[in-house]
């Protein structure tokens, strides 16, 4: 009893912590049964799929009407999906649509490549549907498929027996993307600290909530850094890691480019691209087919990475690129000879919006983020809405 008494501030400081980890577990447990989900729900084929609500139709896609009402589908990932587009209607479908006078239904998702566009396609074709776009991303529809179909026992059947290649994928969140995003250097405690806090954030919504609700207050007490100061930061690592990143500072199409972190997913001497590329293109081949036997015309719509459209760019008005840059763009310029040839054998309707994009650059307009993100923003998809409404009017693809 005594010990008790004479230690009876370190009990109640016991009681104190239980107490507050006891509290912290219920509202994390409160938040994930009452708060809206944000994780998307399972899909046997697809892997996974948008939730209804927030701008997300019944079937987990970003539509303001039913599939039933439309003739013509964008099929695709995230550039499709649309990841910076404010609202539905900035989406480059539905931007399209209001081009051409007709309704355009969105089917795409984050993460989605050649497989997914498959499984999409198939389901499709029973509403008997006039057009089928497949939006091909240049930045990872290879890496997609292969991980698809070599990590994912449901898609075995496309495999190679052999290919004897190690068959891992790196993950996308490396430490390249990492540095890209905070301005950080390799190694640093900077960025060790941000890996941990991203892991927080990613198991915890009560971390989450109160880091954004706390933003602006870290940001007044200088807690946090503002937008403006991580933007500068990242300008400076760029600056001084010129292998890896290439800061553009041209007014009114500033941006951040990553040759390096692009690279091995358009390269296709690497042995795993070359073999996706190979799946793919028995996809695309198979897609094509059941289309023209369904009575539905089929285009693949390409949709090239940001650091392409930036290096077309310096190309035209005669700028030089650093050696890292210029390797880049050969391979990926190669990856684009190879799909337009495709195509061309097989007889598939195929685009590129690269060049309308580029356009945009020397006319100093946004299409990008000032960011390393890939995505573009609104004016981007208008600008490769307006790019396929041309290729479509001029191949009479549209009634």
């Known amino acids: 009893m005594n010990w008790i008494k004479n230690h009876s501030w370190l009990i109640n400081l016991g009681l104190i912590i239980i107490s507050i980890i006891f509290s912290l577990l219920f509202v994390e447990f409160f938040l994930r049964i009452t708060g809206q989900r944000e994780q998307p729900r399972p899909d ?26 439309a003739t013509i589908f964008a099929i695709g990932d995230s550039q499709t999906d649309g990841n910076n587009a404010p609202t539905n209607k900035d989406t480059w479908p539905h931007q399209l649509e209001k081009i051409i006078d007709q309704p355009v239904y969105q089917m795409a998702f984050s993460g989605y490549g050649p497989v997914q566009y498959k499984v999409l396609l198939d389901r499709v074709l029973p509403l008997k549907p006039e057009m089928i776009m497949v939006g091909f991303y240049f930045g990872n529809d290879l890496n997609d498929v292969f991980r698809a179909v ?51 954030r990613a198991k915890s919504r009560l971390y989450s909530l109160l880091g954004d609700g706390t933003r602006a207050l870290r940001e007044k007490i200088n807690l946090a850094s503002t937008k403006e100061e991580e933007d500068q930061k990242i300008v400076g690592w760029a600056q001084n890691n010129p292998l890896k990143a290439l800061a553009v500072q041209e007014a009114g199409i500033e941006t951040i480019l990553s040759p390096l972190y692009r ?84 007889k598939i309707n195929c685009f590129s919006v690269a060049e309308e994009m580029s356009f945009s650059l020397e006319k100093r307009q946004a299409i990008y983020p000032t960011s390393m993100d890939g995505h573009p923003i609104a004016r981007g998809y208008l600008v490769i809405a307006q790019s396929v409404a041309g290729f479509l009017r001029a191949n009479n693809l549209l009634d």
């Open 263 to 346: 690279y091995d997913t358009i390269d296709l001497g690497d042995p795993k691209n070359k073999e996706a590329w190979r799946i793919t293109k028995n996809l695309f081949s198979l897609m094509e087919r059941e289309a023209r036997e369904a009575g539905c015309r089929f285009s693949i719509i390409i949709i090239p990475t940001k650091e392409l459209i930036y290096g077309q760019y310096f190309r035209n008005k005669g700028e030089a690129v650093s050696s890292s840059m210029k390797n880049y763009l050969e391979k990926e310029e190669e990856l684009l000879s190879e799909v337009m040839n495709f195509c061309q054998k097989e």
């Open 44 to 69: 046997p084929l697809l892997g996974q799929i948008g939730l209804p609500g927030n701008g997300r139709d019944q079937a987990g896609f970003r539509n303001d009407f039913s599939s039933t009402s």
């Open 150 to 200: 070599y990590q994912d026992n449901t898609w075995s059947s496309l495999r190679n027996r052999n290919f004897k290649v190690a068959t891992t994928v790196e993950n996308r969140e490396s430490d390249i993307r990492l540095m890209l995003q905070s301005g950080y250097e390799e190694d640093s405690w900077g960025l060790k600290i941000l890996r941990f806090r991203r892991w927080c």
